[in-house]
């Protein structure tokens, strides 16, 4: 049977020279499609979500001596991500001149016209309710809904009282279940 490395062994392979390259690519087969997911469930393409993926874990590589293990890896790489999510979101916002208000129809748009996408109507009009949340409340359904995330790790990630957290995802969850009686 294969040993696997705790975090804490990838932790102290990552800080040695000579071992942080195996650590690391260890790192992105670990978190690598656990991070796509995420990502990939705030509404963006197949091409766009690889994107954000590839810059975060070289974003992650870049700033490996700014790593002091206070928090868990995976809160570490989730926090990047979603990071570099929302810079790539107010980017696309700007370059395609799109306010605040119009970026789930501007989402949506993309969300059907990638050809990775195959959910049936049912699943189409869930991403559409899901989009159509403010970005705060869309990160904590996502995270809290698809990854089961606690909220105590979600507050790491986010800067966010836990009590906040709670209060987003239940109104996100009212959100998406009026959109859906209503549409449906």
Do not use: C
């Not at 294969?2 to 650590?23: G, N, Q, V």
């Not at 790790?153 to 966010?160: A, K, P, Q, R, Y």
């Amino acid at each position: 049977m294969m040993h696997r490395d705790t975090e804490e062994d990838i932790i102290k392979k990552l800080s040695r020279p000579d071992t942080r390259r195996e650590a690391f690519t260890q790192l992105v087969k670990d978190y690598g499609e656990k991070l796509y997911w995420l990502i990939r469930k705030m509404g963006l393409s197949h091409d766009d979500t690889n994107d954000i993926i590839q810059n975060t874990f070289m974003k992650a590589w870049v700033h490996l001596d700014g790593f002091r293990g206070d928090s868990k890896l995976s809160t570490w790489l989730y926090k990047i991500a979603i990071n570099e999510n929302i810079t790539f979101l107010n980017k696309q916002r700007a370059m395609n001149h799109i306010s605040i208000d119009d970026a789930d129809v501007f989402l949506l748009d993309k969300l059907k016209s990638d050809e990775y996408f195959d959910g049936d109507n049912v699943q189409l009009q869930l991403q559409e309710a899901i989009l159509k949340l403010p970005e705060k409340q869309r990160i904590v359904f996502n995270m809290k809904y698809y990854e089961n995330m606690k909220y105590e790790e979600m507050s790491e990630i986010l800067g966010t009282s836990v009590g906040a957290l709670k209060a987003s995802y239940h109104h996100a969850v009212k959100k998406i279940e009026t959109f859906l009686t209503d549409n449906i």
